[in-house]
């Protein structure tokens, strides 16, 4: 007869970007009694890292544990975005059950699709969660509705159709069984409550042999390589000799240094575990996700994690241009060669690969929201870089080119709906469905070569000011489409030489196009300092001033109104890029330029690439 550890329960919380699931788990921790009452404990605890904060997403699966009537909860976060979908499939591994957190308005989106679809994949038991149940404009009923219908369409089966549903308020901390807001109960007893009926407890099979595997990784200076995981079977002490199943099929013995458990938000050191249990092993320097650590007279590896591979990569360039060295700390090849192999050690979905020249990388990642997240850490801390334009990783498969395929869910309201469509035909997106709703919002699904994507999220923004939500996520690899998609049809305004640039040149140039300066702004020759309103590029003296003589103007000079220029993000400059231009990145800048800084050594490779 099958024994369980009744007192341990696995959960992973899946949600799409936005949808208050980081909230969530701020209330499970806090009602759970987890944390002294003296303690501070700040808003989304679990959102660790300053970029975290800011674009209020989760980065970084975390895992957490909370303790409720005698019950060991031990709670993953993981990402809604599907460029980190790499850890959420591993997570899936690691628990029992999921909650599904969809927003009450909202209803299922794109990642909402992809996480379920993963969790589903692994038969955990699903408990879904409506969440802002508080929303004026929420809507439950239909909300419950179109999670049924996504359950059936990704093929669930009839134990995980039957799934409860608990309505909440994550900001409020109250939960209830009842659609109604005003039967919120003040607390969310009932959704513990719900965990502790509904997810299985883990096999107890502390009696057999070891088996533990690593998910994630995480790294510490003064310990190295930390493998967090899963024990499967058996036990696991300090101190013990154990061996470790590599990927290749070779076996590495190694001593447990040291083991770690979660509570709350910190990690405690522990001297064992055992079947179910939810920790990190510090020990060994070679560890890998999909590992197994066994006892060495007893090798028996679990099954291979499937890692996703990268779809999009750039090239890193260290930076040349004349403003080389005066913001960051860090601009030498050695120093961003460490830094990316550094970032290697705990993101398995990353790629480097060394090019000819000793100031070059080919990085690869999950799509723009990835990569760009490893540059703006790498400039907050200091370095300075130069990237190239992003470019999809092309497979051969049976002989056949393809290219990846992205999923698209855009939310806009009726009157934009046609330039929506025509801008994504014209990226070669095919609609896969359409849905009017009676608050004037229409929902549009296509299906688009993530090539076409690139770029679009600005033009976007422009064609529907503002009021278009647009999510998309990787769908499959399918055969090329010739030709090129989507990118930048204007041209660019360019520096003709170094200097400050002046209100009177912005003046004068406003005409040609918007402009992406101030005056004051130091610019050098080569730098793109506007976007020109024809498809070709113009060179243009953006730091003329105004010939001063002493003859005496008729009128006074009147006051000069310049328009506000246009900022860019980094994700947004990364997407404007053509194939001859470099984003210069520093800790204080994002300026973009011309690989060929001189205007006639410019035009001299343009006739060249044109013969």
Not at 568 to 596: F, G, H, Q, W
Request: aromatic share 6%.
């Amino acid at each position: 007869m099958t024994k369980f550890r009744e007192n341990i329960r696995n959960i992973a919380i899946i949600a799409h970007v936005d949808h208050g699931k980081t909230t969530l788990v701020d209330q499970l921790l806090h009602q759970s009694g987890t944390f002294r009452s003296n303690e501070q404990v700040q808003e989304r605890a679990m959102d660790s890292n300053d970029i975290e904060k800011e674009r209020g997403i989760t980065i970084l699966a975390k895992t957490t544990a909370i303790n409720y009537k005698d019950h060991r909860i031990n709670i993953v976060d993981t990402p809604g975005h599907a460029d980190f979908g790499g850890e959420v499939e591993r997570i899936m591994k690691m628990v029992d059950g999921v909650l599904l957190v969809v927003d009450s308005f909202e209803g299922t989106m794109p990642q909402t699709r992809f996480v379920l679809k993963k969790a589903l994949e692994q038969k955990l038991t699903p408990i879904v969660v409506v969440n802002k149940i508080d929303k004026p404009m929420a809507r439950p009923e239909q909300v419950i509705d179109e999670v049924i219908d996504l359950f059936i369409d990704l093929g669930a089966d009839e134990d995980q159709l039957e799934f409860p549903v608990i309505y909440a308020s994550g900001l409020n901390g109250t939960a209830s069984l009842s659609p109604d807001p005003s039967d919120q109960e003040e607390n969310m007893q009932v959704l513990f409550n719900q965990v502790l009926e509904t997810i299985p407890a883990p096999i107890d099979n502390i009696d057999e042999p070891l088996q533990f595997q690593v998910t994630m990784l995480d790294y510490n200076d003064y310990l190295g390589r930390i493998g967090i995981g899963r024990v499967f079977r058996g036990k696991i002490k300090v101190g013990d000799q154990v061996s470790l199943m590599k990927l290749d099929g070779s076996v590495r013995n190694f001593r447990v240094t040291k083991l770690f458990g979660f509570l709350g938000l910190k990690r405690i050191e522990i001297n064992e575990a055992e079947a179910g249990d939810i920790v990190a092993v510090s020990g060994m320097e070679q560890i890998n996700v999909g590992e197994t650590i066994c006892p060495p007279d007893h090798l028996d590896a679990l099954q291979a994690l499937h890692i996703d591979e990268p779809t999009l990569q750039m090239t890193f360039v260290t930076n040349n241009s004349p403003f080389a060295g005066r913001e960051g700390k860090f601009i030498t090849s050695r120093k961003i060669e460490e830094r990316l192999k550094a970032e290697l050690e705990t993101d398995v979905s990353l790629r480097v690969e060394n090019t000819e020249s000793p100031d070059m990388w080919v990085v690869s990642g999950r799509g723009e929201l990835h990569l760009s997240i490893l540059i703006e850490t790498m400039r907050r801390e200091g370095y300075e870089i130069q990237l190239s334009k992003p470019e999809v990783i092309v497979k051969e498969i049976d002989g056949v080119k393809c290219e990846p395929f992205e999923r698209v869910q855009i939310d806009v309201p009726d009157e934009y709906t046609g330039g929506v469509m025509e801008s994504l035909g014209y990226r070669k997106g095919e609609m896969l469905n359409m849905v009017h709703s009676d608050t004037g919002q229409v929902r549009l699904e296509f299906l688009i070569p993530s090539r076409g994507l690139i770029g679009y999220s600005s033009e976007f923004m422009a064609q529907t000011k503002g009021y278009g939500i647009l999510n998309h996520t990787f769908e499959c690899y399918k055969p090329m489409i010739p030709g090129s998609l989507g990118g930048r049809r204007q041209g660019v305004l360019v520096a003709l030489e170094s200097g400050k640039v002046t209100a009177y040149a912005i003046q004068q140039l406003e005409d040609r196009g918007i402009i992406f300066v101030e005056p004051g702004t130091d610019v050098y020759e080569g730098m793109i300092i506007g976007e020109h309103n024809r498809e070709n590029d113009l060179t243009v003296n953006i730091t003329k001033q105004k010939q001063l003589t002493n003859m005496r103007a008729s009128a006074k000079d009147s006051t000069v109104t310049i328009k506000r220029p246009r900022v860019m993000s980094l994700e947004e400059a990364l997407s404007y890029l053509n194939e001859d231009e470099y984003c210069e990145v520093t800790p204080e800048s994002i300026r973009l330029r011309k690989k060929i800084l001189n205007k006639n050594a410019r035009e001299k490779a343009a006739k060249r690439t044109t013969k």
